[in-house]
């Protein structure tokens, strides 16, 4: 039952334009353009700059990718009577939310190893396969908050508001999170606020790894947290928007 759920899910969001521009294209263009401006630059870990950019962008992608993929048609579906529809069939609530998270994340890989591939092909970025392996896991692991908070804005919210709401969502975890400016450069107020973000953990993740320090328990606690949460208010708000629909 879960797998056909899975399936169903996975083909509707492939037929989504904006999962093939925002998702996977844009990423891997502005990864381009910012790892040719750095060069061989390196951070105080020795790491390249070009090596970082890549991490930060692998990360954007898969964040935008989970909230795209989800928040709009979760919305669109909940509009349109779907969602309500799904109540009634024999799939239990837990069936559908894991199936649009289990269909959200196979679908944020292939923005993921776009740009790591590109890192590797046009700038370098040599790892060995075993770190090449933690990065990849831990970036696809770690996106399941990201989809869950995906599944509330589009529970939450009508079409024509999660657009937005996603957009601004999406900048400010960005933002915050340094995946856009290091946090190095930011104020100790914000460094702080920034290091309690799913964001910033789930990005550290990757660089820790590329840097040869494996995922810090630290890091993957915090999002681990924020999956938890992220996942129970998921099921609630589901649970809210088709009762109330």
């Known amino acids: 039952m879960l797998a056909s759920y899975v399936r169903l899910e996975m083909l509707r ?42 991490v930060s962008m692998a990360a954007y992608g898969a964040i935008s990718g989970a909230l795209v993929n989800t928040a709009g048609p979760w919305a669109q579906e909940r509009a349109s009577g ?5 109540r009634v069939t024999p799939l239990p609530s837990w069936v559908i939310i894991v199936g649009k998270l289990v269909s959200a994340l196979v679908l944020v890989l292939p923005s993921m190893l776009l740009v790591c591939l590109a ?15 933690a990065l990849v896991g831990a970036l696809w692991a770690g996106a399941v908050p990201f989809v869950a ?9 009508r079409p024509e508001a999660v657009q937005p709401v996603t957009l601004v969502t999406m900048l400010g975890l960005m933002i915050v999170g340094g995946l856009w400016f290091p946090v190095s450069t930011m104020s100790d107020t914000m460094r702080s606020v920034a290091e309690v973000t799913p964001a ?19 890091d993957a606690l915090t999002v681990a947290g924020w999956a938890a949460a992220l996942g129970v208010l998921a099921v609630l708000a589901y649970r809210r928007a088709t009762v109330r629909e």
């Open 13 to 54: 969001m492939v037929r989504n334009k904006k999962f093939l521009i925002i998702g996977i294209g844009f990423p891997l263009v502005i990864y381009l353009l910012n790892a040719n401006v750095f060069g061989k630059e390196t951070t105080g870990d020795g790491v390249t700059l070009s090596a970082y950019v890549m």
């Open 82 to 86: 779907w969602l309500p529809q799904l």
């Open 119 to 133: 890192g590797a092909l046009t700038q370098g970025v040599s790892l060995p396969a075993g770190q090449w392996a």
């Open 149 to 157: 908070l995906g599944l509330i804005v589009g529970s939450l919210l």
């Open 200 to 218: 910033y953990s789930y990005a550290d993740m990757g660089w820790k790894v590329i840097a040869g320090h494996g995922v810090p328990m630290t």
